[in-house]
């Protein structure tokens, strides 16, 4: 039976394109935020960037819960659009209010100011986008139970993110400087990518159907179980764990190099307009690579992929360190154009990996738990991404940075190379300790075992 449900196709070509389009909406929001929001607030609010990163923190322990909670709920939703498409449809609409808001800081007093952002903040990540990304990652279990497609769909959804992380990299300062610059700018420049987000979140949900099932064998084996017995079977998962690890360290680092890119580039090579050079070095070589995942998972299997990718991405984390105090641009780039392109596969076929685990989780537990299980993509992104940007603003002020200031204190420099250079190679280490125990198809060939 899993044979035929491994041959049968669910997705046409353009379904599968369609399905990742909706990551490159999606990053007109979390990437344009994650990357911008801090010196928004450090240069042109004027607010200090420990207390904005302290906040940041907050909301992000507070996600850990609604992940869970909003998994749930897309496990116990049955309707005519299905359980994932229709929370991800409306829940863009509050998601793009919240966008615009936090690049509308009102003119008052400072505690005011870090009490708004704190409340738009929080609605933003831990209500708005925690519904609308598990939905949308969830849906690679509930619109084909074909591995292939789910890794080719993961694939064009990540292809697309760093199309999308490219794009504004390159393209915000010259929007913001483009609408007027200051607050002005950074208005107009949410605006408009707040419509880009809703445009493709909204092609991506009504190109999909999600494949017709059991109600009645769905709502006895999910239903049943109360929100704490879903969180315990989730967190004595130990493949449960080790993606929530991954996407921690994943989107931390990314959230310190998002965070600090800007700062670096501007105050530690004096080019601004480097950042933009950096993330098409970075994402460039991950297209091309996740271009070609589908086939060497073919042909070698996910763990393989993922655990050698991995480590090339590792080597090259740490050969950065050196390259990066040379001050050599070009060197730069192409260390991180070889960092970016072993981390690809795993980013490809994360998607394909937790609906795995997924199916793991039924076959052990006898439970299914699609919406919880793709919890931990959200809680691992927004989790590991507010770490990522609250270290980044603890660290940028225990360096002494200075809001604004044309030139910065030496220790705030070289506090912006630590976080540029150090942390990633850190992360990229340990990233390859998860990875190695995260061999899922050696678990699920353990339960058949065990079965037979």
């Keep these: 039976m899993q044979e035929k449900s491994q041959e049968k196709t669910y997705l046409k070509g353009w379904q599968k394109v369609a399905y990742g389009a909706g990551d490159f909406g999606s990053n007109f ?17 004027g607010l200090n960037a420990g207390i904005v990163g302290t906040l940041m923190l907050l909301t992000k322990c507070l996600d850990g819960v609604t992940d869970v909670f909003f998994g749930r709920l897309i496990d116990r939703t049955h309707t005519r659009m299905g359980k994932a498409r229709p929370w991800m449809f409306w829940t863009a609409f509050p998601l793009a209010v919240c966008e615009i808001l936090l690049f509308v800081t009102p003119n008052m007093g400072q505690t005011l100011q870090y009490a708004y952002f704190f ?10 986008y925690t ?16 591995p292939n497609e789910r890794v080719q ?22 929007l913001v400087t483009a609408f007027g610059g200051g607050a002005a700018g950074w208005r107009m420049t949410a605006i408009l990518y707040t419509v880009i987000m809703l445009a493709f979140n909204t092609l991506s949900v009504l190109s999909i159907k999600e494949i017709e099932t059991d109600e009645k064998t769905a709502a006895e084996n999910s239903d049943g179980i109360t929100f704490f017995q879903s969180l315990k079977i989730l967190l004595t998962n130990r493949y449960y764990l080790l993606i929530l690890a991954f996407y921690l360290l994943q989107y931390g680092m990314q959230g310190v190099t998002n965070g600090v890119g800007i700062y670096f580039c501007t105050y530690v090579l004096n080019n601004p307009d480097a950042l933009g050079l950096f993330s098409f070095a970075s994402m460039v070589p991950m297209i091309v690579g996740l271009a070609f995942t589908p086939a060497l998972v073919k042909k070698f299997g996910i763990y393989k992929v993922n655990k050698y990718g991995v480590l090339f991405s590792a080597v090259f984390g740490v050969v950065f360190i050196g390259v990066c105090y040379t001050g050599s641009l070009p060197l730069m780039l192409v260390v991180t154009a070889l960092r970016g392109l072993g981390l690809s596969p795993m980013l490809g076929t994360m998607n394909a990996v ?56 030496a220790g705030a420099v070289s506090m912006m190379s630590f976080m540029y250079a150090v942390i990633p190679a850190i992360v990229c280490v340990l ?19 065990e079965a037979a």
Aim: proline residues 1%; charged residues 10%; hydrophobic residues 50%.
């Design 131 to 146: 519904a609308n990304n598990i939905a949308y990652s969830s849906l690679t279990a509930y619109m084909t139970k074909n």
């Design 153 to 174: 769909a993961g694939t064009f959804r990540f292809m697309f993110a760093m199309l999308a992380g490219i794009v504004i990299a390159a393209a915000t300062t010259g």
């Design 431 to 449: 990233m390859l300790l998860v990875v190695s125990g995260l061999n899922i198809e050696k678990g699920m060939k353990a339960l058949e075992e």
């Design 354 to 409: 937790i609906a795995e685990t997924s199916e793991y989780t039924f076959k052990k537990d006898k439970v299914h738990l699609d919406g919880s299980m793709f919890s931990c993509s959200s809680m691992g992104i927004k989790l590991g991404g507010g770490i990522g940007v609250a270290l980044s603003g603890w660290l940028l002020d225990l360096g002494g940075y200075v809001n604004g200031a044309a030139s910065q204190p």
């Design 119 to 128: 409340v738009v903040y929080t609605l933003l990540n831990a209500f708005f």
């Design 29 to 45: 929001m979390y990437t344009f935020v994650s990357s911008f929001v801090l010196i928004y607030l450090t240069d042109t609010v």
